[in-house]
């Protein structure tokens, strides 16, 4: 037997055995195997754990904890142990790692570095309590102006002859972003557009296809064009209150979804319309897209299938390059652009393409509404940024560098219950959220999921009323866009000036 | 009074925005009958409250009858030097008519006024571009990029007066009392934070656009970065020029009619369009949706003299008014006044012996449109569309 090589484990399973029942719910409810019952006592597999708290949850003594292991190893400040794991890992199993969740590493959040503006005497502040303060917005595209006709000897006769496209009403400037079914359970999707429903916003069907029991909140899901088609069909693009073409995903810039076999069972199957236990992995272009022409065509391939009756969008990833792309698709006819920062999430992603690609989607936000602005065009599309809006702070900071909407998943994922284990490509979610298995699935409680899911956008939009009227704003239009109510307060002056952000003082 | 630091501000000031409380006021006179400058000077100086001597101005329409064909451009000029070089300069690009100093009478304890210049001015006129537009580019590029020139009104047969100083000063400094117009626009400032400055006190004028502002724009950034994609440059560090702008684009470039750019401006809440008419709320939910980033945020009021497409004074207030505005109209109906005050109106009476049939508060976010020929539009009292005769022609997808 040769000398293994297995890294340290991250976490060790305390169970204080004076207080354990040992009436072996642990035992169920851990789908990963790191706890089990050896007949005379609960059992842990530290190397198994991955700290994802179900069994602490579910613990009727309240006796485990799970701890950081300190056994550790001889400390590197160069070769951390993360970089040790990594290759520990690779010279194990030869393969590309795979990951899932958003960009793990420490880098400095912009968001962090930004301070909001207040009125003080000169312009009143508004009480959001007492007095109105608007947070709708339209989805789709404006005009560059109205065109009226006005008669110059009755100047109160006035006709308004623009002939508009189609724009959706969301009552807050926040879409719950793609999470396809597969990547995340059935329950977790009902969950998910039953609270899009009721609040009146945007959620994303991911490029999963739309299974028949969610044709009824059509009018609140914009459904997803990936380069793998998957379940893609007429009542696809007509049950849908717009139609993303997803380009790229902030997770893994160039490349496509990936759905390991082990969750495409014969619900997902029938949905994405694949054979049961494959892997669904997208091709990483598009190939009937190789340049922006192509992009244009399937822009009004899919305007004309769905006779123009909903906004057709893009997605894509925050990268170097964004605002020239941005100004392209914007030209390509796309009526939303969405941009999806280094931080957005995903169910499976290659490690280096998660951890090392992209762009943060602050700086991808204020170079693409600058360029548009340069263009003439940014006030004829919606704007949607994602790729890590953690909690409403974010939300309103993304809005006051350019965006119009805010997209987010990972919020509405931890409001379900996740604890952010980043295991969701292995399909064991223990919390029934990112799995296809039946026992787990059943899990989560959809009532509970979409109440929680409508709490937290629910207090997002009261919050960015709060600040709205600290502002003196008293609707979210004017906050767009409106760099000046920002400062910077990080450490590096270019950013700020990238961001067309002053720094605080000034 | 203090005379320097008139054609850009003082660079240590350069990243703040001037906050300040006002004193407005305006009349027209809707037969297009023209008065001097009396009237005005007292409305305006009678709210002393509201100022502090650091910026007054006024603005006048129909005072150069005898070149009322040209672009009268209101100049201030650091020293001779610049003066020279704008004048070779326009000289490249259309024909000077009439080239004299703006009659100033100063004070004597003054050392070193400005110039106060004006040039009637015809651009060459081009196919490619209209005559408007070229002067709007021109007038951009010489208050951006131009040293030593600040061009601070452009309309044609009008033209704005202002500097620092208590508005009673300014009124006599430009002798503002011998200037016939038939409709007055009038500022006084008590600015928060701002170095004395010419350039930043109001009227803000471009071609034949004034407002005259009471009050801050939170929405300044939105506002600003709209405009400039229009090419519009906010070089004057202050939140009023963005609205002379979105004045000028909305109904000069865009033709959008009076009535809809006010709406535009100060929108109604969506709870009040979603009991409204369909008609009404197509047309308002696109207008909102449309121009969500000129939508002006924010505690103000303001009175705007347009002279397209006909003479036109304008009245609105914030839709939370914040800042004051009433409107009077005069026995004879033939005069519409505004101010910040109701004692602006009480002076007329006292001094001018001015008789009012009715003085009355608009309502909060809704304008008050006189103009010239057309009498009374709309007095502020109205709900949007009343009175208006809506048709909506283009269809709706969705």
């Keep these: 037997m040769s000398l293994s090589h297995n890294f340290p484990s991250y976490f060790h399973i305390k169970v204080d055995r004076e207080i354990c029942r040992k009436c072996k719910r642990c035992t169920n409810h851990c789908s990963y195997n790191a706890l089990s019952f050896n007949g005379e006592q609960i059992v842990s597999d530290d190397s198994k754990c991955v700290s994802c708290q179900r069994c602490v949850a579910m613990c009727p003594s309240g006796a485990i904890r799970i701890e950081k292991n300190d056994s550790y190893l001889p400390p590197h400040g160069n070769y951390t142990q993360r970089i040790r794991n990594i290759i520990w890992s690779q010279s194990g199993n030869g393969g590309v790692l795979l990951s899932a969740t958003g960009n793990d590493r420490p880098i400095r959040s912009i968001f962090d570095d930004l301070l909001l503006d207040a009125c003080q005497v000169t312009n009143p502040s508004i009480d959001p309590l007492r007095e109105t303060i608007e947070t709708k917005v339209f989805f789709g595209r404006k005009p560059k102006k109205i065109v009226f006709s006005e008669d110059l000897e009755d100047p109160n006769n006035i006709s308004l002859k623009t002939e508009f496209m189609p724009n959706f009403e969301i009552d807050s400037p926040i879409m719950i972003g793609h999470m396809s079914l597969g990547s995340i359970s059935y329950n977790a999707c009902m969950a998910i557009y039953q609270a899009a429903k009721k609040l009146n916003i945007l959620a994303g069907s991911g490029e999963g296809g739309l299974h028949q029991d969610f044709y009824e909140y059509g009018p609140n899901i914009i459904t997803e064009i990936a380069s793998g088609r998957f379940g893609v069909d007429i009542n696809y693009l007509q049950n849908a209150a717009g139609i993303e073409i997803k380009i790229g995903q902030g997770a893994k810039p160039g490349h496509g979804g990936h759905l390991p076999g082990e969750k495409v069972n014969s619900l997902i199957s029938q949905t994405r319309m694949i054979p049961k236990g494959s892997d669904a992995l997208s091709p990483y272009p598009h190939h009937d897209i190789y340049s922006i022409e192509d992009l244009a065509q399937l822009i009004s391939a899919l305007k004309e299938a769905t006779r123009y009756t909903v906004p057709i969008g893009v997605k894509i990833a925050a990268v170097h390059n964004s605002a020239p792309i941005a100004v392209g698709i914007v030209r390509g006819g796309a009526d939303f652009l969405t941009i999806d920062g280094f931080r957005g999430g995903t169910g499976a992603a290659p490690r280096i393409i998660r951890d090392h690609a992209g762009i943060p989607i602050e700086l991808a936000i204020a170079a693409v509404d600058s360029r548009l602005r340069e263009e003439n065009l940014r006030d004829e599309v919606t704007l949607v940024a994602g790729g890590s809006i953690r909690y409403s702070a974010d939300l309103i900071k993304a809005i006051a560098l350019g965006a119009d909407v805010g997209m987010c998943c990972m919020p509405v994922l931890i409001a379900m219950g996740c604890r952010v284990c980043q295991q969701c490509f292995r399909g064991l979610c223990s919390w029934g959220i990112a799995t296809q298995q039946e026992y787990l699935v059943k899990r989560l409680d959809i009532d509970v999921a979409r109440n929680r899911i409508i709490n937290l956008f629910h207090s997002w939009n009261e919050e960015l009323k709060e600040v709205l009227g600290a502002m003196g704003i008293d609707s979210v239009e004017s906050l767009r866009s409106n760099r000046d109510r920002l400062r910077y307060i990080g450490p590096n002056p270019k950013i700020a000036d990238i961001l067309g952000v002053k720094h605080a003082g000034e | ?398």
């Design chain 2, 1 to 398: 009074m203090k005379w320097n630091n008139y054609t850009s501000l003082v660079e240590k000031f350069r990243n703040q925005r001037v906050f300040d409380g006002c004193g407005i006021s305006g009349y027209i006179n809707l037969d297009k009958k023209r008065d001097n400058g009396e009237q005005i000077i007292d409305m305006l100086s009678i709210l002393s409250e509201r100022e502090n001597g650091l910026g007054a101005g006024f603005a006048g329409y129909g005072i150069y009858p005898k070149y009322k064909e040209y672009y009268a451009l209101h100049l201030l000029i650091d020293d001779e030097d610049s003066k020279e070089n704008l004048i070779r300069y326009l000289g490249d690009f259309g024909n000077i008519i009439q080239s004299e100093p703006i009659p100033t009478k100063i004070p004597p304890n003054v050392n070193n006024p400005p110039i106060t210049w004006r040039i009637f001015y015809e651009p060459k006129h081009k196919e490619s571009i209209s005559d408007d537009a070229q002067m709007v580019r021109l007038i951009m590029k010489l208050n951006d990029t131009f040293d030593g020139v600040f061009v601070i009104s452009s309309g044609k047969n009008m033209g704005v007066f202002k500097g620092n100083g208590w508005s009673h000063e300014i009124a006599d400094f430009y002798q503002i009392k011998d200037y016939k117009a038939y409709m007055w626009l009038a500022h006084s400032r008590f600015p928060t934070n701002t170095p004395g400055w010419w350039g930043g006190a109001h009227p803000f004028n471009l071609l034949g656009t004034s407002v005259v502002h009471n009050g801050e724009i939170t929405s300044y950034g939105t506002n600003m970065r709209y405009l400039e994609s229009f090419g519009y440059k906010c070089t004057l560090f202050t939140d009023t020029e963005v609205i002379a702008y979105l004045f000028d684009l909305l109904i000069r470039k865009q033709k959008i009619p009076i009535p809809i750019t006010t709406i535009a401006l100060a929108p109604p809440l969506f709870t009040t369009i979603e009991n409204m008419e369909q008609k009404y709320q197509i047309a308002l939910k696109n207008i909102r949706a449309t121009y969500r980033s000129a939508m002006l945020n924010g505690p103000f009021s303001i009175v705007v003299g347009l002279n397209y497409p006909k003479p036109t004074l304008i009245g609105l207030s914030d839709r939370k008014k914040l800042r004051p505005l009433v409107a009077a109209i005069s026995n004879d109906e033939n005069s519409v006044f505004l101010s910040s005050e109701e004692a602006s109106f009480k002076r007329l009476k006292l001094c001018e012996d001015y008789n009012f049939k009715r003085i009355w508060h608009p309502k909060s976010g809704t304008a008050i449109i006189a103009q010239v020929g057309k009498g009374l539009l709309r007095d502020g009292r109205e709900s949007p569309f009343e009175k208006i005769n809506l048709k909506v022609e283009g269809t709706i997808g969705g």
